[in-house]
């Protein structure tokens, strides 16, 4: 609690003998400040964390106020909000240890305490995101791909191993154990903090941020949380409000029931369209009515994990009954739960709430039916028996067949045809247009459900025993998102039948959710370039961007674990699995997937007999403990990092080397020139890849220089802890298209006046060395996807200096002013093309000379090669008095270190 109680809200709750403090909600109402049940639950766990945190300073009274002040028609009024703790993933986490270090080595080198950088609150990092798929199909590939992922990682995670001896806030999930959004849901999420402060014991609503765009699965449980970039999160943990708008709350409400055959997946993927539609990008989603009680928690969070596909900022449920039975299953202390009700009850926040919303939206859960999404957005859904049309359909549009489905000019092979390959083994195969190659269980939003997870092992079984198998081109994988699903799969047999079918256990880690497929064989590769062969993987994950499953597939598939072990045991995705035989049994007999589909009583039995209370316990005991392998890790030590300068993984950036005291402020932007002009939609990936690269790029001839192979070379995720390589690999996705280069794709650039055409950060090199600012120029939401902080990071180590887009995705807008580049927003119906404008001109800013405000307005104007100059106006997406300031400081953590440094 602050220093000051402005409303008296402070009062105790006696339980088991202990006396709680807790800021008391219901005062506000007493106060006339609101009517507590006609604000969204969401809002009121906002408003408590603003209640329990005013110290007059960072927050004020007028703050509580403002939050309080909710209404359909949000008032413009923003919010600071400091969240209860923090979650990490290692991706984005090496990089946030990283820049704390770099905080530490700056206030060092000023001859500082340099402990003053320290987590202010609970932070957690979950070592996930780097495992690949080296190894699949027998019982080591677990043990071979973890072998290999320490081999690629050790630099990194001994960076991890420092800050955990470096910071007492900071704990760390081995690698091995688990993916960062189940084991936040099966085991860090406590719904309720009990936490010790100044002597006092208290209960606070569990609120995090994570660094990563997964985070409101959380919401499951009726916990508010969301995702930031990384330069958000460090500032919440270095105990800087996140300050934000008050948002929106759009309520969902649900009714009915889910039909026989269909799952949690069909459910959220049905969902994701439907938001996707009403638009909640920058609301909160929550859900209620009827519907929500037949949706057991698990469910729950397979459809908040897809907030960010759906486009909002958290997509949440109530705590209820169930909330607390799930809770008992996945091990958590009686006596917590207890506490979590009594607290709930007190704040009037448990159970079933019917509030005021901004909008409302009615969504039956009995119309949901068997469905994919693809082939590259998570929102386009395509119900499963329309498979067989869409991807003909889709070919044609591509211009890789013709209507009739025979082969445009420049592919030779038709829809249907196959082409001989020979694998390393010399097994022989034949692939075609629509080949799965990749078939993979992977994804916190199905492998944190265990209805989902068993159905998968029953039709595994149901196939076996019909005698059908998988290709030998599919690459089969299952990486569970925790060691407790191993467990409920071994209790019920089903893990042998998955085994037998390819699927044995890859690794515990995010796999080819986030890109890490692994390598496929060079002979699929060769077939696929000399055919130009669309190829395509299915996957129960929840992003399938374009070239991030694997460069060399073109169309890739969301759907539900059971239905990817079936596309991989039809191994192709132009069928209409409703009619079509999957396979043939050892007769020759056709199957069908009704076939072989899980019967309902039989999962619903298997996941009530095989998942229970002690698995969780016996999983959880150990989480931060790690193998053998973790053990021996030799990490340096210390509170302030010796940096290698030999190192290719960990390296010093350059943000606070050299650090003024003083802040630089803002300027006009004057004889800019644009790197790139970009379509709608081009997303954290394209700007920030995190997948493999080659040596022919930027990125990798920088490695090479320095004697790294290119099998060493790992990916870009897993070289964040390195600018050098980061800064080559932004704008460098090989889909990327800048529109000034003709339709073509990846990285490239064209350098003005000179009009060489060459790669994005050769050309920004060469801006940087004759002190040309840069702009980047971009079509509607600009930054979709995942929270990359290196996104907005790499854009400011090029040299650019704003970015104008039609619209932008929040968290790379947040991340942008985070690092001090000035996102800007075309007018509406305004951008580049429709301007005449095409990225030759030289451009100019005006309107920042007398300082920047909230949503300035600003001119500017583009110098065509002929002389003649197009003027428009922008509105600068700066909408907070912090992030004016984060502009002024050149960033979020400048200002941080600027007022630790200069604080008496
Ligand atoms: S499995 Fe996918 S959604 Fe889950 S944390 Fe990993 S990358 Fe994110």
Redesign the pocket.
């Known amino acids: 609690m602050g220093e000051n109680d402005p409303f008296g809200a402070v009062r105790e709750l006696e339980h088991d003998g202990t006396t709680y403090k807790m800021a008391d909600l219901t005062v506000l109402e007493e106060e006339g400040l609101c009517e507590l049940d006609k604000l969204p639950v969401s809002i009121r766990i906002l408003l408590e964390s603003v209640l329990r945190n005013v110290d007059g300073k960072n927050i004020t009274a007028d703050d509580v106020r403002n939050a309080a002040s909710w209404q359909p028609d949000v008032p413009d009024v923003e919010l600071p909000f400091q969240p209860s703790r923090v979650v990490l993933?290692d991706l984005t986490g090496v990089p946030a240890v990283v820049d704390l270090a770099a905080l530490r080595s700056a206030v060092d080198r000023k001859d500082r305490d340099p402990s003053i950088v320290e987590p202010e609150i609970p932070c957690d990092l979950?070592i996930?995101?780097s495992v690949q798929v080296d190894y699949f199909g027998d019982e080591d590939a677990y043990e071979k791909n973890v072998e290999l992922e320490y081999e690629r990682n050790e630099e990194r995670y001994r960076s991890i191993k420092w800050a955990q001896q470096a910071f007492e806030n900071f704990e760390v999930v081995p690698p091995g154990t688990g993916?960062?959004?189940?084991v936040n849901l099966e085991h860090l999420g406590r719904v309720v903090h009990e936490r010790e402060e100044d002597g006092d014991e208290w209960l606070v609503p569990d609120t995090l941020v994570g660094t990563?765009?997964?985070t409101p699965?959380i919401g499951g449980i009726g916990v508010v949380g969301w995702g930031v970039g990384g330069i958000e999160a460090e500032a919440a943990m270095l105990g800087q409000p996140i300050t934000m708008g008050l948002p929106e709350v759009v309520g969902v409400r649900l009714e009915g029931d889910l039909p026989e055959g269909a799952t949690a997946t069909d459910l959220v993927l049905h969902l994701t369209e439907k938001l996707r539609q009403v638009g909640v990008v920058d609301r909160f989603v929550e859900f209620y009515g009827p519907g929500v009680e037949n949706l057991t928690v698990a469910d729950r969070a397979t459809i908040s994990?897809m907030a960010p596909e759906q486009g909002s900022t958290i997509s949440m449920f109530p705590v209820d009954d169930k909330t607390l039975e799930y809770l008992e299953l996945t091990g958590r202390d009686q006596d917590h739960i207890e506490l979590v009700k009594e607290y709930l009850d007190a704040q009037g926040l448990f159970g079933e709430q019917e509030p005021e919303y901004t909008e409302t939206v009615d969504f039956d859960l009995s119309t949901v039916e068997p469905s994919l999404a693809g082939h590259k957005k998570p929102h386009s859904r395509i119900p499963m028996g329309d498979l067989d049309e869409h991807f003909p359909n889709l070919l044609e549009d591509q211009g890789v067949v013709q209507a009739d489905g025979a082969a445009e000019v420049k592919h030779d092979l038709e829809l249907g045809d196959k082409v001989p390959v020979t694998l390393d083994d010399g097994t022989e195969v034949e692939i075609g247009h629509g080949s799965v190659l990749v078939s993979a269980i992977?994804?916190?939003?199905n492998?944190s459900n265990p209805s989902v997870m068993l159905a998968a092992g029953l039709l595994a079984r149901n196939a076996v025993e019909k005698g059908l198998d998988v290709p030998d081109y599919v690459k089969t994988s299952l990486?569970p998102?925790s060691r407790v699903v191993t467990a409920y799969l071994e209790e019920s047999g089903l893990m042998d039948d998955l085994e037998e079918l390819g699927y044995s256990v890859v690794g515990y880690?995010?796999?080819t959710?986030?890109?890490n497929s692994g390598p496929l064989q060079d002979p699929i590769k060769d077939a696929i370039d000399e055919h130009d062969l669309w190829a395509t993987s299915v996957l129960s994950?929840?992003?399938n961007f374009e070239a991030r499953i694997h460069p060399k597939i073109a169309a890739n598939y969301l759907a539900s674990p059971p239905l990817v072990v079936a596309y991989g045991l039809a191994g192709r995705m132009d069928i209409d699995l409703e009619e079509d035989p999957i396979g043939h049994d050892d007769e020759g007999n056709p199957v069908f997937l009704e076939d072989i589909w899980p019967d309902t009583e039989e999962l619903h039995d298997m996941v009530h007999n095989s998942v229970s209370p002690e698995m969780f316990e016996e999983k959880y005991a150990s989480v931060y403990e790690g193998d053998e392998r973790w053990e021996a890790l030799e990490a340096p030590t210390g509170d302030v990092y010796d940096w290698d300068d030999e190192s290719t993984y960990i390296r010093e950036p350059p943000f606070f080397q050299d650090f003024p005291l003083e802040e630089p402020g803002v300027e006009d932007i004057a004889n800019a020139r644009c790197l790139m002009t970009l379509g709608d939609t081009v997303t954290t990936d394209h700007i920030s890849p995190a997948g493999p690269f080659g040596e022919d790029l930027p990125a990798g001839q920088w490695l090479k220089e320095r004697g790294v192979e290119p099998h060493e070379f790992n990916t870009y995720g897993s070289r964040r802890g390195n600018h050098e390589v980061m800064m080559r690999g932004t704008f460098a996705n090989v889909r990327i298209e800048n529109e000034m280069l003709d339709g073509k794709t990846g990285g490239y650039a064209k350098h003005l006046p000179s009009g060489e055409e060459t790669t994005v950060f050769e050309a920004s090199g060469r801006y940087r060395d004759d002190d040309t600012p840069l702009i980047v120029m971009s079509g509607i939401e600009f930054g979709t996807g995942?929270s990359r902080d290196w996104a907005a990071k790499g854009t400011d180590l090029l040299g650019i200096r704003a970015t104008i887009a039609k619209s932008y995705e929040r968290i790379y807008r947040d991340n942008l002013l985070g690092m001090g580049v000035l996102p800007l927003q075309f007018e509406d119906g305004e951008g580049w093309e429709e301007l005449g404008l095409d990225g030759t001109e030289v451009y100019s800013i005006e309107g920042l000379d007398d300082g920047l405000e909230m949503n300035d307005e600003l001119t500017v104007v583009a110098e065509h090669e002929d002389g003649e100059t197009t003027e428009f106006n922008v509105t600068a997406q700066v909408s907070t008095p912090a992030a004016v300031e984060y502009i002024e400081n050149g960033g979020v953590l400048h200002k941080v270190l600027r007022e630790l440094l200069t604080e008496e």
């Open positions: 993933q979950v996930d995101h993916i960062v959004h189940q990563d765009s997964h699965m994990n992977t994804s916190c939003t492998t990486a998102g880690g995010c796999t959710c986030i890109g994950g929840n992003r995942s």
